[in-house]
């Protein structure tokens, strides 16, 4: 089975731009969760969708966004772009919501840099 | 709140040394543990998780509720565990599909 895939795997942009980043998860797999790696805060949940649904979100402004597709992928959209939003951001998908246990599979992240 | 805490950012030890990574959590209730590793060039990938009980790579992790610990443990490290290594939870405090990391440790095993 092929792994998790993200898209692009790096993107560079400036200040008030918004950016769009694409999360193909395992066949079969229908949740997605995102997360934002940084140096300074290390990994941070962002959100998860199951079904097209938002079923959780993490602490982060309205600014960051996203949306899941019938057939499971998933898209996340940065609007009005900041210096801080520089980090790499991991998708990862997993059989179902709700599994006592279930296995997350990461992909390898969109390096995003914010000029 | 929930919160997952590795203390060592950095753990240097020589090849055939034992190996142990430090996780401490807080956590009202019944979490699910895991540990993550990350080599060079390569992506995020669970290692081992408590409920399985297993041993992964020769590493196993013990879940000490009275303690709220989860160190992850190898007898004798070999060069190719150099990378770094996360320590998460989930439960149904948080929802289940959301992972709590700690900040990682980077293992270094030198020759």
């Known amino acids: 089975k092929a792994g998790v895939t993200q898209t692009p795997r790096y993107l560079i942009k400036t200040r008030g731009q918004q950016v769009t980043l694409s999360c193909s998860p395992i066949?079969?797999?229908?949740?997605v969760s995102w997360y934002q790696q940084t140096p300074g805060q290390g990994l941070q949940f962002l959100f998860e969708?199951?079904?097209?649904?938002?079923?959780n979100k993490g602490n982060f402004p309205g600014r960051f966004s996203g949306r899941q597709f019938s057939n499971s992928r998933s898209e996340m959209n940065v609007s009005t772009l900041e210096l801080g939003d520089s980090a790499l951001y991991l998708c990862a998908s997993s059989l179902e919501a709700g599994a006592r246990g279930d296995t997350q599979y990461f992909g390898p992240g969109t390096r995003l840099t914010v000029l | 709140a929930q919160r997952v805490t590795q203390p060592e950012k950095l753990l240097s030890v020589f090849k055939g040394a034992p190996v142990e990574l430090k996780c401490n959590y807080s956590?009202?209730?019944?979490?699910?543990l895991f540990w993550y590793v990350q080599y060079s060039r390569q992506r995020l990938q669970l290692l081992l998780r408590h409920i399985s009980r297993e041993s992964i790579k020769g590493f196993t992790a013990d879940l000490n509720k009275g303690e709220t610990s989860f160190h992850l443990k190898k007898p004798f490290a070999q060069e190719e565990d150099s990378a770094m290594y996360y320590c998460?939870?989930?439960?149904?405090?948080?929802?289940?599909?959301?992972?709590?990391f700690g900040t990682g440790t980077r293992l270094l095993v030198s020759p």
């Open positions: 998460a939870l989930q439960g149904a405090n948080t929802g289940f599909q959301k992972l709590v």
């Open positions: 956590y009202s209730g019944s979490p699910e």
């Open positions: 066949s079969g797999h229908r949740s």
């Open positions: 969708y199951f079904s097209e649904t938002q079923r």
